[in-house]
């Protein structure tokens, strides 16, 4: 099975990924981690990319289409896995087709852009181990400290509001057309992604259930 969710920033898309990483026993793939981390490394990759990112701006479909193919080539990949935040483009959505899956499930997230930007406003992140924390709707048990692997907690560098508001008009030009995409393919769900994030989950989980 391959589970695709689509949103904006901010929309809750790698909360959720994680949710359904654990309940389906998929890896989640989120070329925003995949990246970031090569930032962190300071490798060829995350040279390239990292002035694109810290803009807001999309990282050539070339190298992220070559991310994927590798990544979900991977034997923790056999029984399916979980995209998040790919794809972005309809290069990157049409690549896709070219790697085959029984099932394909499409999550469309919908939220006010209002809303997303008080979100990312007091999101705090793991950089060790990735963990996603609000300071508002999830803030960690200790102040500052990740509740998994006691690091201390940071904000996003492009949780800015310039690049917010980058990756919101990106999103708005190249987020449609993917929806429509899939809209046509007939597999896509749309998720009101302001509800609470149990009451999502468990109308994504009951969604998946019958489509497996
Ligand atoms: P990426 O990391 O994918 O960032 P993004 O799409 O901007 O999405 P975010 O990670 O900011 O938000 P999210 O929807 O995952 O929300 P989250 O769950 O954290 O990409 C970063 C950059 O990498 C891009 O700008 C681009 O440069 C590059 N890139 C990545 N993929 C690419 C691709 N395919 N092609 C080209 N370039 C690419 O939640 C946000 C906050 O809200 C958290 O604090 C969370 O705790 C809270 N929250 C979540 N759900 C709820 C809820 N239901 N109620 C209340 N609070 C909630």
Known sequence: MRVIILGPPGSGKGTQADLISKEFSIPRISTGDILREAVREGTELGKRAEEK?????????????????????KDDCKEGYILDGFPRTLPQAQALENIPTKKEIVFSFNISKEELVKRLASRLVCPKCKAVYNSISFPPRIPNTCDL??????????????????????????GNVIIEYYAKKGNLHNIDASLDTKVIFEQICNIIDKKI
């Open 149 to 174: 692997c006691f690091s201390s907690l940071i904000r996003r560098s492009d949780d800015n509001e310039e690049s917010i508001e980058r990756r919101y008009k990106v999103w708005e030009s190249e």
């Open 53 to 73: 990112m810290k803009k807001g701006e999309l990282v050539d479909d070339e190298t992220i289409i070559g991310i994927i193919k590798e990544r979900v080539g």
